[in-house]
C-alpha cells in the first residue's frame, strides 16, 4: 500500500523553541517536497528534494531547513519557531519522471505560540 | 507571477447536476503535464486525474473529465452526477517538462459544495 506519512500530525511550540517534522515513504520515490498550506494562499512549496543530501530551495525556504539521510526519510526542521510559522505543513513525494503524481502525507498542523 | 490561475473561489452546485471548475497555466515548456487533486475536509490531498501536453485526447477516470484547451492554456475539470461526498478544495497544478525540474505549481483552489 502506497503510503506518505507523517509525524507528529498535531504539534504546540512556544515562539523560540525548535520543530522537527519528520516524513517517511515506503514507494522508493525519489523526490520529495515540504509544503506549507495557509488559508487563501494554497500550497507553497518550503523544500524539494531530489534524493538522499539533495536538497533544493522552493518558494519560501526562509526560517527552514530540511535533511534527508536516507530515500524514504524527509525531515523539515525550523529552528527557533516563530509565530508566523503556524501554519499546516504537508510533505509529498513522487517518482523523478514528469508525467508522475505527487502523494501526499496527511498533513502536520503547526501552532507556534 | 502565477503560473497556475484558479479564478474560482467557490461553487455550490445541487447534487447530481455536473460542475466545471476552471484552471488556467502558464508555461514556455512545449511539453508538461497537468494534475487535478481533491482535499477533503479531513485535510487529505488525493490525486484525482492526469492531463499530458502532447495528447489530444482529454483524459476521464469515473466521473471526472478533463477540458483541455491547449491554445488557450486551460485544463477545466469536470465532475459529472456530482455527489455530497464531492465536496472538497480542488487544485490544479503543472508540472513543467524541462530535465531535471521537478517542481509542481498549485492553484489557490476552488471549493466545491454540492447541496442535497
Known amino acids: 500500500d502506497m503510503k506518505v506519512t507523517q509525524m507528529p500530525r498535531y504539534l504546540i511550540k512556544r515562539m523560540g523553541e525548535n520543530v522537527l517534522l519528520e516524513c517517511g515513504q515506503d514507494m522508493s520515490h525519489e523526490t520529495m517536497y515540504w509544503y506549507r498550506q495557509d488559508p487563501g494562499l494554497g500550497l507553497q512549496l518550503i523544500y524539494i528534494s531530489y534524493d538522499v543530501d539533495s536538497n533544493s530551495e522552493g518558494d519560501i525556504p526562509k526560517g527552514y531547513r530540511v535533511s534527508r539521510k536516507k530515500r524514504e526519510h524527509f525531515s523539515l526542521i525550523l529552528d527557533s519557531a516563530k509565530t508566523n510559522q503556524t501554519s499546516v505543513y504537508f510533505c509529498a513525494s513522487s517518482l523523478r519522471g514528469n508525467q508522475d503524481t505527487q502523494y501526499f502525507g496527511p498533513g502536520t498542523r503547526l501552532l507556534v505560540l | ?116
Open chain 2, 1 to 116: 507571477a502565477q503560473k497556475v490561475t484558479q479564478t474560482q473561489t467557490s461553487i455550490s452546485v445541487m447534487e447530481k447536476t455536473t460542475v466545471t471548475m476552471d484552471c488556467v497555466y502558464e508555461t514556455q515548456d512545449s511539453s508538461y503535464f497537468l494534475f487535478w487533486y481533491k482535499q477533503t475536509a479531513s485535510g487529505e490531498i488525493v490525486f484525482l486525474i492526469r492531463q499530458d501536453s502532447y495528447k489530444k485526447e482529454n483524459a476521464t477516470v469515473g466521473h471526472y473529465s478533463l477540458n483541455f484547451q491547449k491554445p488557450k492554456s486551460s485544463i477545466g475539470l469536470i465532475i459529472t452526477a456530482t455527489q455530497i461526498e464531492d465536496s472538497a478544495v480542488y487544485f490544479c497544478a503543472m508540472r513543467e517538462g524541462a530535465t531535471g525540474y521537478q517542481n509542481f505549481y498549485f492553484g489557490k483552489g476552488t471549493s466545491l459544495t454540492v447541496i442535497p
